[in-house]
């Protein structure tokens, strides 16, 4: 059985920074990709950032310059920072995580992003 552990949601103003994180933990082989999507009322999900093994790392086109995806394999934990934020940012992000031999993505719970006045 494995476990997502997602924080550092929160309330921001526009133009603030935060930082997202999600550790996995439990009984698994390794880990391939990490990474989250978003959705936001009324909206369908979107990917956000996903980082493989290698470090190879992709973008949802309106987060591209504004944040980065980064992980640490040692401690199976992935970070995403979000800077210069929008209201538009505003959503419940959900990490994922594929694991080795598994058939199918994990997903943590979400964690709520405000980006608001």
């Known amino acids: 059985q494995v476990q997502l552990v997602e924080s550092g949601g929160g309330l921001v103003q526009p133009g603030g920074s935060l930082r997202l994180s999600c550790a996995a933990s439990g009984d698994f082989l390794g880990i391939n990709l990490m990474g989250w999507y978003r959705q936001a009322p009324g909206k369908q999900r979107e990917l956000v950032a996903s980082?493989?093994?290698?470090?190879?790392?992709d973008y949802g086109d309106s987060v591209k310059g504004r944040f980065t995806i980064s992980r640490d394999n040692a401690n199976n934990t992935a970070y995403l920072q979000m800077n210069s934020l929008i209201p538009e940012d505003t959503a419940i992000y959900s990490c994922?995580?594929?694991?080795?031999?598994?058939?199918?993505?994990?997903w943590g719970k979400g964690t709520l992003v405000t980006v608001s006045s």
């Open positions: 994922i995580v594929d694991f080795y031999g598994s058939d199918r993505l994990y």
């Open positions: 980082i493989t093994n290698s470090d190879n790392t």
